[in-house]
Each structure stands twice: as structure tokens, then as C-alpha cells.
């Protein structure tokens, strides 16, 4: 067999390399981290940890960085970049978007906290928009309903009960439930830290910068852009006029492109 026929053989055997984001759809890459329950026990305090956090934030922005992506949340483990339909970085490939965007999260994670860290990857597409910010409203609530349920668990462990019996007191504990829990053990949920309840965004920022140009010689101000961490979402309907305003933003943009 020639060298041409051979490796046009093997190619044939690549079965999902031809897998692309449907033109004109928006992407999000969600990476989770790969059994960080016992990983975070064994090297952060729980129920969360500013460190850790600090990490998950570096390895969103390494992430953003690399997309060019106009928005990320991060909360607990995972982080959520968007893709708007404009992008066209690796043809759009899903095999290439699940390797590269896993492969960076666990690198920037491992930069940063100095601990080697894996994260896995997948691809959620969506048409609108109003996908969009409905995709991104179900992963802050998530983020609130797990922020209660940590914070639960891990009061009733540091109170002394074993790993059984804290999941048994808490097994078909609904919100008001856990938050009375809570406040038996001097806790108001409500005075957590809103990354904790809320996630944490990423998203670019313009600005004025003014500097003296010798060659004119005078001031002149140009706009630049900055990745702004947001520690402190708004939520529900806030939260989804937010991410409106950023994805509709950019429908506009791509529409307006000859």
C-alpha cells in the first residue's frame, strides 16, 4: 500500500474528526474538573476555598484568552466559555475544541495552584440568543442550589458527623430545610460570598487610555479592552439581562458584518 493510500486509510478511521459546530450556532465549552471531590478535600478547605478559587479563575481566563471568547462563568470546578456563530478558530471542530480547551484548563489550573490538575470537556450548541442566556441562567442556579448543599454537608462534617450520616441528614432536604440547618449552626447562607452562590464572570471591558504621542505631540486617547473578573453577579433576571446584553451584542456585530 502507498504511503498516500495508507494514510488516507487511517484517516477514514478518525471517526468523529469531521464533527463541526453547525454554522451559525453558538457553542459553549463547559470543562469540569476530573475527581476534583477528592482532590479539593485532600489539598483546599472546604466548603470552598479562596485559593482554589483563585485557580479556577486563572485557568477561565486562560480559556477566554486562548478563544477569544466574549464570556466565561466559573463556579465550583467547572467553567463555561462562550463561542459566538462568528467563531472560526480549528474549523470549528469538536474534537479539536474538547482537547484544547481541556488541555489548557489543566495546564493553567497546575500553573497556578503548583498541584497537577485534569479536567475533561464538552460541547453544548445552541441557536438563539435566548439559548444562550437560558444555558448560562441553569448554571448559576446550579451553582446556588450546590453552594447550599456544600455548605450543609460540610457543616455537619466539621460538626462531627461521618461522610454517611452527613448525605443521610441531608437526603430529600429541600432549600428551606437546609437553610434552617444552617442557621442552627450559625450560618445565614445569605451572608456567604456571592461567588460563592453565584459563579464568578469573565467578560471584556472597554476603556479611555491617554498617553502623550511625541509625534503629534500632544495627548491622545484611544479605546482598549480589559478582561474584567466579576466576583459579584447579579442573579436571576439580573443575571440574564447580563448575559442578554453581551450575546445580543454580538449578534448584532456578526449581523452587521458584510
Not at 479539536?96 to 488541555?103: D, F, M, R
Request: glycine letters at 8%.
Amino acid at each position: 500500500m502507498r504511503g498516500d493510500e495508507l494514510q488516507a486509510a487511517q484517516r477514514e478511521r478518525e471517526w468523529f474528526h469531521s464533527l463541526r459546530v453547525p454554522p451559525g450556532a453558538w457553542a459553549v465549552v463547559r470543562v469540569d474538573g476530573r475527581g476534583f471531590s477528592r482532590f479539593t478535600e485532600a489539598h483546599f478547605a472546604k466548603p470552598f476555598d479562596e485559593a482554589m478559587h483563585r485557580h479556577m479563575v486563572a485557568a477561565a481566563t486562560s480559556l477566554v484568552t486562548e478563544f477569544d471568547a466574549p464570556y466565561a462563568c466559573t463556579h465550583s470546578d467547572e467553567i463555561s466559555v462562550l463561542l459566538p456563530p462568528s467563531f472560526a478558530a480549528f474549523g470549528r471542530g469538536l474534537e479539536k475544541l474538547v482537547s484544547i480547551s481541556a488541555g489548557t484548563a489543566s495546564a493553567a489550573f497546575t500553573a497556578s495552584a503548583g498541584l497537577a490538575a485534569v479536567f475533561d470537556s464538552r460541547v453544548w450548541i445552541g441557536t438563539t440568543p435566548r439559548d444562550v442566556v437560558d444555558y448560562f441562567a441553569w448554571r448559576q442556579a446550579d451553582a446556588a442550589r450546590s453552594a447550599l448543599g456544600a455548605w450543609c454537608y460540610w457543616t455537619l462534617r466539621q460538626a462531627g458527623r461521618s461522610a454517611r450520616e452527613a448525605t443521610a441528614a441531608l437526603a430529600g432536604a429541600g432549600t428551606a430545610a437546609q437553610n434552617e440547618l444552617l442557621h442552627g449552626h450559625g450560618v445565614n447562607f445569605d451572608d456567604v460570598p456571592l461567588w460563592q452562590r453565584r459563579g464568578t464572570g469573565l467578560y471584556w471591558r472597554d476603556y479611555e487610555k491617554t498617553a502623550w504621542n511625541p509625534h503629534a505631540g500632544a495627548e491622545l486617547t484611544a479605546t482598549r479592552r480589559e478582561l474584567h473578573v466579576d466576583a459579584e453577579l447579579p442573579m436571576k433576571d439580573d443575571y440574564r439581562r447580563l448575559v442578554e446584553r453581551i450575546a445580543g451584542g454580538l449578534r448584532e456585530s456578526s449581523q452587521g458584518r458584510p
